[in-house]
Structures are given as structure tokens and as C-alpha cells.
């Protein structure tokens, strides 16, 4: 399967950076088929977005792992291909590196040589300042803005070749090649990029495919109402910002569009939100906007889990909540206890990572292989020593991919920890144990209460032991693991991390 995911806006990147990591979980391949295909756009006017910079990290290092590890294992980051596509600025596709303004795109002098009426249109539809926004900022929680200069433009336009024309052009060749391909958008329907990009870019993609001539590509969105709040607002002299105040009206004008018009462009959508809201900092957007992960994009991806299986009835609708008002557990989650078992996996083999294994091999540099295995046996299934590596521990490969591993673990690790902590004190978060989810300078010797249960009986404390996974790791790798080298621990430890 190919599937190729656009994320819009800030909430869109974080649903992406959920996705990305459910993908190497393999929460996105489906039983009996081969390994998922990813590829993922984003979709930001602001640059400087720590919402797009922190996706992007989470992509590059979940790329250079499976980089490192390409070939070597066989069951970790073994999936389908994970594709970046970029980043699609919509007000450089028209105005370069310069500033630009609504006033700009749209010039009264122009407007009115069309149509007298039209002059005075614009002052009807924008204010002033909106008028005069320098757009790079972003859209500001303005749904019109972002509207009116993304429906001008033609996504196969050769200047968006990068981007756009690559995207395209997958999407072409593996519905003429027969594969099963999926297009899905994630993004808030109640701020500015999202709530204006997801609806005019679906419309923009729903009409290439037509005219392309592909019916089997089915077009979906996983949209986002309001999740959160701000605790305070700006300024006087702030200019424009998004208001919370805005979030409902922004929502009802998406959704009465998307009631008209998304039938036409969409074959599914996913409405996903929170009526137990976090509260963030106020920004206007840029590097101070670091909103932690939450648990809605985790649900909207889950979302897009669902669209890859059958089509199912039509025009059926299908509601999700939780089963306490006051709480959220395993249970309220969609294919609950196969997301339990890939997130608790994920995070099992994040947390002995990072905070025990990689910490040994850190202290194994500069002591020979057989001084080492002495209080590490299990390190002789996966490593051999050669005179010039007697006191490294390893190839120059092997030293690669601890540093991916350690790299990949620590994006998994704050992603899992602002997710089980974005509750914001209104729900009883009962998924996973923030605290056991802090990287540590010294060795975790215990995953104990790691992973929430929904069952009744306690695990025995041998089983949660960091050092009865070492004893294990020595007796799988002697059972017949044909891997070597840190690809071989990784691959081993993942299996081990599997508790169904």
C-alpha cells in the first residue's frame, strides 16, 4: 500500500509526527499485506514553526535509523519506505522569498479595472490590518486569509516541483503501476492554516485526480476541533493573533463548508476533539509555538489506521468517546488492544535503550570486548572484536546506529511523554507512565508500571526487570538470531519488547 499523508498547519505537522511514529511501530500496515509505504507533506506558511521543526526531527531521525539499520534486521524498521516529501509554503509558491499581503495578491487597482464592485469587495471581506498582514507570519487564526491565497493556486504548476511534483508524480505512477494508494490530510478546522488549507487543498487535490483520470485513490481527512485553549492572549501592540475566542466560529464556518462541499472532495472524514481542553501558552506562532503532542492527533492518525482497511457501508458514521467521563484508558482507543501492544512495545524498547543499553555500550569504549561481556555476556552474541576494534566495541556501522538508536529513542520518548501529559489535569491519564519516559543520565533497572493495564492481575516484577531482558537477549540470540552488531540488538530487543 502507498499512502501518502499531508499535514496542515501546526496541528496538521504534529498528527504527522504521530503518524511517522506509528509507523515504525507498525501500526499502519495491515494484516496479511505487505509493509505500509509512508510519504509525508507538510503544509506551513510559517517557517520558523517549532510544531514543524519538531515533526521534521522526529522524521530525520526516524530516517537515519532506518538508514543505518536498511537490510540488517528483520523485524524492527523493517516496514515499508518512509518518504519526505518536504515543506510546501504556500506564500513563497507566490511571492518568493519576499513579503507578501493580501493587498499584494489581490490589488484594488486591479480589482476595480475588473469590476468597480470589486474594489470595494475587499474592504468588505478583510479588514486593514488583514489586508496588510505579511503572511510568512502565517495566517493568524485568519480561515479567509489562508483561503483565498491557496485557491489560486495550481498544485502541478512547475514551480512546485519540489514539492508538489514529486508528490504528484508518486501518486500518479503507483495508481498506473495498480497499487493500492490512500491520500489523507490532517489539520484543525478553528485556527488559520488548517481550518482554510485542509478544505482548499483537498478541493485542489479531489480535481487533479479527476483530471488525471484516477478513481482508486481514495481522498480522506482527519479534522481537528478545538482541543485546547490558551491561558492568556495578547497584547495591544501583538497585531493579529489567533483567539480562542475564534476557535467555535472558525470550527462552524469549516464544518457547514465541509457539509456542502466535502461530500464532493472527501470519501471520508474523521472528526476528532476534546471537550476536557489543555490550556498553552499563548503565541503568534513561530519558535515559541512548542504545544506538546496530545492525545487528539494520536486519535486522528488512528483515524487514518482505520481508512486503510475495508471500505465498509456507505454513508455509515461511527462515533468514538470515552467510556469515563473522567478518565482515559486502553480501552477508549480505537483497536485498543492492538495500539496497546505496538505503543507499549514502542516504548519498552525506547526507554531500555536509551536509558540501560546504549548506556552500557556507551561504557564499554575504551575497555576490551572480553573485560566487557564479564559483567555483559550477552554482548558476545552480537558483537566480535578485531585487533583494531578491541577497545571500540563494535564497527564504525555499529557505532552509527547506537547514535541513530539513542537519537530515534529520545523523539519517541518526549512524543510519548507529552502525549500522556497533554490531558492538562482535566482527565486521569491511565496509557502509559510519564515518569518512567524521562531520558536518564544513570541505568532504569525496571519497566514496572511503564504501560498501564486494563487487566486486573499484576505482571511478575522478573518479567519487568531490565536484567531479566539481558538474560533473555543471550538465549534468544543463541536460539538462531542471524543478525549481528547493534542491527541485531536492536532487532532482538524489539522482539522482547512485545508483550501481546
Not at 68 to 85: A, I, R, S
Not at 86 to 107: D, F, H
Not at 361 to 368: D, F, M, P, T, V
Request: proline share 3%; glycine share 10%.
Amino acid at each position: 500500500m502507498k499512502l501518502f499523508a499531508i499535514g496542515v498547519g501546526g496541528s496538521g505537522a504534529k498528527c504527522l509526527e504521530a503518524a511517522i511514529h506509528l509507523h515504525t511501530m507498525g501500526l499502519l500496515d495491515r494484516e496479511g499485506s505487505p509493509p505500509t509505504e509512508l510519504g509525508v507533506l507538510f503544509v506551513e506558511p510559517d517557517r520558523q514553526s517549532a510544531l514543524l521543526q519538531r515533526a521534521q526531527t522526529a522524521l530525520g531521525r526516524t530516517q537515519s535509523l532506518r538508514k543505518v539499520l536498511d537490510g540488517l534486521t528483520q523485524h524492527f524498521c523493517h516496514g515499508g519506505e518512509l518518504k519526505d516529501y518536504g515543506v510546501w509554503n504556500p506564500v513563497e509558491s507566490v511571492a518568493g522569498q519576499g513579503s507578501l499581503t493580501m493587498a499584494q495578491i489581490y490589488t484594488k487597482q486591479t480589482l476595480q479595472h475588473k469590476s468597480p464592485a470589486l474594489g470595494g469587495l475587499m474592504d468588505c471581506l478583510f479588514t486593514q490590518e488583514e489586508q496588510t498582514l505579511d503572511l510568512r507570519e502565517g495566517f493568524r487564526g485568519r480561515p479567509p486569509i489562508g483561503s483565498a491565497l491557496m485557491s489560486a493556486v495550481a498544485l502541478d504548476d512547475a514551480t512546485h516541483a519540489k514539492t508538489w511534483g514529486q508528490f504528484l508524480g508518486d501518486v500518479r505512477q503507483a495508481a498506473k503501476e495498480g497499487e493500492d494508494v490512500r491520500i489523507h490530510l490532517f489539520g484543525s478546522v478553528f485556527g488559520g492554516t488548517g481550518a482554510s488549507g485542509v478544505p482548499t487543498v483537498g478541493c485542489l487535490l479531489r480535481s487533479w485526480l479527476q483530471k488525471q483520470g484516477i478513481q482508486r485513490a481514495p481522498l480522506n481527512a482527519s479534522l481537528l476541533l478545538p482541543y485546547f485553549n490558551f491561558k492568556d492572549h495578547g497584547a495591544k501592540d501583538t497585531g493579529l493573533y489567533a483567539e480562542a475566542s475564534n476557535f467555535q466560529l472558525n470550527t462552524g464556518a469549516a464544518l457547514q463548508y465541509l457539509s456542502q462541499e466535502g461530500n464532493q472532495d472527501f470519501d471520508r472524514v474523521y472528526l476528532l476533539g476534546s471537550d476536557a481542553k489543555v490550556a498553552y501558552g499563548f503565541s503568534i506562532g513561530g519558535a515559541s509555538q512548542a504545544n506538546g503532542a496530545h492525545l487528539v492527533e494520536l486519535l486522528a492518525v488512528l483515524g487514518l489506521r482505520n481508512s486503510l482497511g475495508e471500505t465498509g457501508q456507505a454513508d455509515a458514521a461511527y462515533t468514538l468517546s470515552r467510556h469515563n467521563q473522567s478518565s482515559v484508558n486502553w480501552s477508549d482507543l480505537p483497536d485498543s488492544a492492538l495500539t496497546q501492544r505496538a505503543l507499549g512495545r514502542g516504548a519498552r524498547l525506547a526507554v531500555v535503550w536509551r536509558n540501560n543499553i546504549s548506556l552500557d555500550l556507551e561504557a564499554a569504549n575504551g575497555q576490551s570486548l572480553k573485560r566487557f561481556c564479564v559483567g555483559a555476556p550477552w554482548a558476545t552474541r552480537f558483537y566480535t572484536s578485531s585487533s583494531e576494534e578491541a577497545r571500540t566495541l563494535g564497527s564504525r556501522k555499529d557505532k552509527d546506529a547506537r547514535l541513530a538508536a539513542d537519537q530515534w529513542s529520545e523523539a519517541l520518548l518526549t512524543w510519548l511523554k507529552q502525549l500522556c501529559s497533554s490531558t492538562g489535569g482535566a482527565l486521569d491519564q491511565k496509557l502509559l507512565n510519564p515518569v518512567k519516559l524521562d531520558v536518564q543520565p544513570t541505568h532504569l533497572e525496571s519497566l514496572g508500571d511503564l504501560v498501564y493495564s486494563n487487566d486486573s492481575g499484576p505482571a511478575h516484577k522478573w518479567e519487568t526487570d531490565v536484567e531479566y531482558l539481558k538474560i533473555q537477549l543471550d538465549k534468544r540470540r543463541a536460539g538462531g538470531f542471524n543478525s549481528q552488531g547493534t542491527a541485531g540488538l536492536l532487532d532482538t530487543l524489539w522482539e522482547l519488547c512485545d508483550q501481546p
